[in-house]
Structures are given as C-alpha cells and as structure tokens.
C-alpha cells in the first residue's frame, strides 16, 4: 500500500494558504506556525463543519486517499481518527486498517478544540505537537485561528519541515474555508483555493526518501 500522506513532505511548500499562515518560530527542539481564515458562517455552523473532517480535509493528506474516512470525536480523549479499508484479495478475506491522527485533549464547542499528535510524517518520529484552533464571532461570520506547536527529537532539518507542515495545515484550513465560504475581506488578488497544485520541494523529498517513509 502507497500512503497518500507521503506527499505531505514531499510537495508542500507551494501549497494554497488562507488569508494568513506563518512559521512564527523554530528552534532546534521544534516549531510553531499560525494560520487564519475568515468564513461566511456563523460559529455553530463552523463548528459542526470542523468536527466533521471527512468533508473538506484534502484527500491527498490522508492514510487511505479518501477523507470521507476520518472522523473526529469532539470530547476530551476522543480521536480524530481515519479508518483504512483493507485491500480485497482473491480469497475474499481483508482485515481494514486504522490511524490516530490526534487525540482531543480540549473542546469548548463553538469556541475552541486542542488536540495533541504528530501529523503526516512527523506521526513516525518522536517529536509530537498540539494543534489549537479558535473560534471568533466576527461581523458577517467566524474567524478560525489555528495554531500547531511542535516539539521533540525529529529526524528532520526544523526549519525545512516547518514549513512543509505550515503549508500543507493552511491548505486544510482552506479547505474548511471553501467548504464554508470565505468572507470577502476586499483584496484584489484571487483567494488561493484548497486544491490549487502544489509544488515540489526535492529537498524535503530526500529527507523522506532517506527514512524510508515511502512505500
């Protein structure tokens, strides 16, 4: 089986970003990065979206390349987790597979959920992170912050991986954003959309290759 989630590293750093993402700090024990966007909805509706990841993760960052096979429990100790088919073979007989992307650690509905886990490559390292994200009522809809603190031994150059992770966690905040509906902050410049291509980053892509992520 070819783990989708191998792209993560591998084709991130050009991926779309909503109104805001940023690599805010590194050092040689991790690193932070922040993203925002603003949707057309109000903070109910874009909590019950957030909770429901199979509708608008990117299918290209998950274990089993469909997300409608993730789910997420909004309580404390719950997962955010994806379920993997398994393979048909000729004797009928398969056996399905599973991944804990997160675990909940934090839910306020409507204002805030805190998970802590190591997303994409980083789940095969030691260093693991805490990804917070925040719910504003604002004029017109809700603002959504997000913020991923990283920390612990990796087998990665810090600031290469932050921000392959920075980018491909912007487009999944994109992708909640156009399943919601941006709010048209007045810029002139297209909004960058969750599927926009991304590009290749071969430095990260040794890396990988290295550890033999790849299968």
Same mark, same amino acid.
């Given at each position: 089986m070819r783990f989708a989630y191998t792209i993560l590293a591998t084709a991130a750093l050009g991926a779309a970003a909503p109104a805001a993402a940023e690599v805010v700090e590194t050092s040689s024990q991790g690193f932070v990065t922040q993203d925002m966007a603003e949707v057309a909805a109000s903070p109910m509706e874009t909590w019950l979206a957030l909770i429901r990841p199979g509708e608008w993760w990117n299918d290209a960052h998950t274990w089993s390349a469909d997300a409608a096979n993730m789910t997420l429990t909004p309580q404390a100790g719950g997962c955010f987790c994806e379920r993997v088919p398994g393979e048909d073979r000729e004797d009928g007989f398969s056996l399905d597979g599973s991944v804990q992307h997160m675990q909940v650690i934090q839910a306020y509905p409507l204002k805030n959920l805190r998970m802590r886990g190591g997303l994409g490559p980083l789940q095969g390292e030691p260093a693991t992170g805490v990804l917070t994200i925040t719910l504003e009522e604002v004029d017109g809809g809700t603002r959504i912050r997000w913020e991923y603190v990283v920390g612990g031994y990796m087998r990665y150059e810090v600031e290469t991986i932050a921000k392959a992770v920075?980018?491909?966690?912007? /487009? /999944?905040?994109?992708?909640?954003?156009?399943?919601?509906?941006?709010?048209?902050?007045?810029?002139?410049?297209?909004?960058?959309t969750a599927d /926009?291509?991304?590009?290749e980053d071969r430095s990260i892509e040794a890396q990988i290759d290295a550890l033999g992520s790849k299968e």
């Open positions: 920075d980018a491909v966690m912007s /487009q /999944q905040l994109a992708g909640l954003r156009d399943h919601l509906g941006g709010l048209d902050d007045g810029a002139e410049e297209e909004p960058a /926009q291509p991304v590009a």
